[in-house]
Nanobody, 121 residues
């Protein structure tokens, strides 16, 4: 059984930074990707950044590319999302996930509980 526990959310002014952490426990299959999703009120959940642990390949959606960085510490089994130059439109609940590589929430096998990020203008 895989468990994902996020931390690091909070409130920040536009232009600021936050780093989200996701502690991963359990055995991750080799083909599994670790993906950060977010969901703003009234909007669909969207994937924003993912990493393939076996290859260390990273992928970003255009709205966050150049501002967000996903990384993984294999010694501690922790996935990070460094978020810089935050904008009010980044305000959302952020979820760590594990599953088939892709941007669709339907590809996810395991979800964390989420951590709130609020960016004020």
């Amino acid at each position: 059984q895989v468990q994902l526990v996020e931390s690091g959310g909070g409130s920040v002014q536009a232009g600021g930074s936050l780093r989200l952490s996701c502690a991963v426990t359990g055995v991750i299959a080799r083909k599994t990707c670790l993906t950060w999703f977010r969901q703003a009120p009234g909007k669909e959940r969207e994937g924003v950044a993912r990493i393939h642990p076996a290859t260390r390949s990273t992928y970003y959606v255009s709205s966050v590319e150049g501002r967000f960085t996903i990384s993984q510490d294999k010694d501690t089994n922790t996935v990070y999302l460094q978020m810089n130059s935050l904008k009010p439109e980044d305000t959302a609940m952020y979820y760590c996930s594990a599953g088939v590589c892709g941007w669709s929430p339907r590809s996810v096998q395991y979800w964390g509980q989420g951590t709130q990020v609020t960016v004020s203008s």
